[in-house]
């Protein structure tokens, strides 16, 4: 807390910021770039800063998986341990992956999630708004949360609820009083 001063003053140097200086201690956990890992009883995914120099480099950091502060900390990865990166290709909105037979593996939520964990990290960067998941070159049909599987690009929108928000649930619809 801060006691109060009978009058204005000077702050020195050290004291003059409401936001006090933090060293960052997650190693490559930082930079403008976003990654999203799972976390919690819910697993629900969380966005973590990356630093990356290109769209592969950020998608091959997902892939990677989170780094020792990150494990301390809880959160893991749906990803199958492995998973390569073959190609990347950025056309317009829709970003491109081509990935190795282990994400075709997986089944059911681990499935669903690790979609999500691709899809969500995908589109934080510049210009992408889907994503086109193949693997070894060929189309898979991918689940989504609510609707059927597609084998078409894939949004944010086809996996809601996955993702960790600041948002306060929706108010229940006020019941009608009866008169």
Do not use: C, H, M
Not at 16 to 45: C, V
Not at 69 to 85: I, K, N
């Amino acid at each position: 807390g801060l006691s109060p001063d009978a009058a204005p003053r000077d702050l020195p140097a050290d004291e003059n910021s409401l936001i006090p200086a933090q060293a960052a201690t997650g190693g490559e956990a930082e930079g403008q770039d976003r990654s999203y890992l799972a976390a919690g009883e819910d697993s629900l995914l969380r966005s973590v800063p990356r630093d990356a120099s290109s769209n592969r480099a950020v998608i091959e950091i997902l892939f990677a998986g989170p780094n020792e502060d990150e494990l301390d900390q809880q959160f893991t990865t749906f990803l199958p341990t492995g998973l390569e990166l073959t190609r990347v290709v950025n056309q317009g909105p829709i970003l491109f992956l081509d990935v190795g037979p282990e994400l075709a593996d997986l089944q059911g939520q681990s499935l669903t999630r690790a979609l999500a964990q691709i899809v969500y990290t995908a589109t934080e960067l510049d210009g992408v708004e889907r994503v086109q998941i193949r693997v070894d070159g060929e189309s898979v049909a991918w689940p989504r949360v609510t609707l059927p599987n597609t084998t078409g690009a894939l949004s944010i929108f086809d996996y809601p609820g996955v993702v960790q928000t600041s948002q306060p649930p929706f108010p229940a619809v006020p019941a009608s009083a009866s008169a």
